[in-house]
């Protein structure tokens, strides 16, 4: 098992930054990947940026160069910073955890956390 627990959303000017963070507990050694996902109302849940277990990372075309994610193995954190904010990088942020064992794929999600750019 793996709990997620994510902060750092916010209120802020458009051009403006924010850092979101993930805490990673419990069984965090068996973690793949660790990524962010947004939602924004009446829109699908889209992955934003992803880091592997190596440390490896990608990101989608919309973001690319304006976010960054990296993670802290000694506090078994993971943070996007983003920075340039437009008014559609407005979502719920989601952390997601992405376990693999042999065949199975077992997703952990956090509870959210709101970003609201203002134009």
């Known amino acids: 098992q793996v709990q997620l627990v994510e902060s750092g959303g916010g209120l802020v000017q458009a051009g403006g930054s924010l850092r979101l963070s993930c805490a990673a507990s419990g069984s965090t050694f068996t973690i793949n990947a660790i990524g962010w996902y947004r939602q924004a109302p009446g829109k699908q849940r889209e992955l934003v940026a992803v880091i592997s277990s190596g440390g490896s990372t990608n990101y989608v075309d919309s973001v690319k160069g304006r976010f960054t994610i990296s993670r802290d193995n000694a506090k078994n954190t993971v943070y996007l910073q983003m920075n340039s904010l437009k008014a559609e990088d407005t979502a719920v942020y989601y952390c997601?955890?992405?376990?693999?064992?042999?065949?199975?794929?077992?997703?952990?999600w956090g509870q959210g956390t709101q970003v609201t750019v203002s134009s």
């Open positions: 997601n955890a992405r376990v693999v064992f042999s065949i199975a794929t077992t997703n952990y």
